[in-house]
């Protein structure tokens, strides 16, 4: 235990049940998620055997999760943040009930997979601010980035072996496998939540709406450490977003082995695993600000040597190493925007978190296919890595504030 306190800061699991509880139904609900995703696919895929009805999924995904957290953020700074979550997991757990009753009685019908689909995408989308929240609640303030850290970190081993375990229940217990387990995986959800102190904005609450919505976004506007940190995720991902050129690149230069390309998203999550796993040092360090920009540096120096390299071994290489920065950048940038925040914004400022999340990865990898497209996929992945270091370190210096920027730590790292 020594050792994996030193790699990995798991003091937040030790002070505070509450948060122990939560962080235990968030990384199975991501599990749980990842179980259905495979799932939808592979029935759409499988009734429909379109391409165009594969690309809807996305779609049904992608907007009710981003029209959802807009509401959520201004839900979650004008009610008890703990009912809203115990709300929107319910209306999840609902979701997946309905996913079991459509593949066991019209497992041939498009409409009912969507609409589930859109309704868990919706809750999700809606509650996700509120979650966002818990760490700064529910933790010392020295506390907060290791609580990101493991947040993250429970994230991305839930991703990593999610969708293993997704082909596996298809494989043996169909679909519907799937979406039993996940709706299984709220029960543990709801329990967490259940645990949680009632977490009640502090103060007058503002009325849930555009005007309170506008507020927040004019408080960030404000506020140069969290304009920032957002620039900074906007610039990593919508500049240098690698993962639609994958198939690409495999094709060119290495013949298209599907072993490969696992290969390539492999790399990419085991960097960002062992980065979650050696993270102590990030969190025990005071200077956010500096470390986030650093690692987002590093995220584009690395995704330009993964445009350039012709080796596989180089281009794995270059690929974990860019997991591992991106893991960092975000656990250093969550902390910022938790401790940079009161309370009474925290739950719209989390919604723009949550908005750039889900949105800036997509747009960057509809980036990289048009310019991949229009001239050559080597061009398309180093044009994306330079300009992301450029307007990184442009904005390290035209910013201080965020550069600058520090959160609190303990005096005592071994506590």
Not at 174 to 202: E, H, K, N, S
Not at 344 to 370: D, K, T
Request: overall charge positive.
């Amino acid at each position: 235990m020594p050792v994996l306190s030193k790699l990995l800061d798991i003091r937040p699991l030790r002070s505070s049940p509450a948060f122990r509880w939560f962080w235990l139904g968030s990384t199975l609900s991501v599990f749980g998620s990842q179980l259905t995703v495979v799932a939808v696919y592979y029935q759409v895929w499988e009734t429909s055997g379109r391409g165009i009805a594969v690309g809807a999924v996305g779609l049904a995904q992608a907007i009710p999760m981003i029209l959802g957290g807009l509401v959520g953020g201004t839900l979650a700074d004008s009610m008890d943040r703990r009912r809203l979550v115990l709300l929107t997991s319910c209306g999840q757990a609902v979701a997946a009930a309905l996913l079991v009753v459509q593949a066991v009685a019209h497992p041939g019908r498009l409409w009912p997979v969507l609409a589930a689909v859109a309704i868990q995408a919706a809750c999700a989308g809606v509650g996700a601010p509120a979650r966002r929240t818990f760490v700064a609640r529910l933790l010392e303030s020295d506390q907060v980035a290791a609580g990101v850290a493991l947040n993250h970190f429970g994230f991305q081993v839930a991703m990593l072996v999610g969708p293993v375990a997704g082909g596996f229940v298809v494989a043996t217990a169909g679909v519907q496998g799937c979406y039993l387990l996940d709706m299984v995986t709220f029960g543990a959800v709801l329990i967490g939540a259940r645990q949680l102190p009632r977490l009640a904005p502090p103060g007058s609450s503002e009325r849930p709406g555009l005007r309170s919505m506008w507020a927040g976004w004019q408080f960030i506007a404000k506020h140069r450490a969290l304009t920032g940190a957002f620039l900074s995720e906007v610039f990593s991902t919508v500049t240098a977003m690698p993962i639609a050129l994958f198939p690409m690149i495999n094709a060119e230069r290495f013949g298209g082995n599907p072993e490969n390309l696992g290969l390539f998203f492999s790399a990419f999550a085991i960097g960002g695993v062992l980065a979650g796993a050696l993270s102590g040092a990030v969190v025990r360090s005071e200077r956010a600000g500096a470390i986030m920009l650093l690692a987002s540096v590093t995220w584009g120096a690395a995704l330009t040597g993964f445009g350039l390299s012709h080796h596989l071994w180089l281009v794995l290489g270059f690929l974990a190493i860019a997991g591992a920065a991106d893991t960092i950048s975000v656990i250093s940038r969550g902390a910022i925007v938790q401790v940079a925040t009161p309370d009474a914004y925290r739950g719209r400022v989390s919604s723009v978190e949550h908005v750039l999340g889900a949105a800036g990865p997509e747009i960057g990898n509809f980036r990289a296919g048009v310019v991949a497209s229009a001239t050559s996929t080597s061009l398309s992945a180093i044009s994306g890595g330079v300009s992301c270091v450029v307007l990184l370190i442009a904005l390290a210096i035209m910013n201080p504030r965020v550069r600058r920027f520090r959160v609190p730590v303990s005096k005592n790292p071994a506590a």
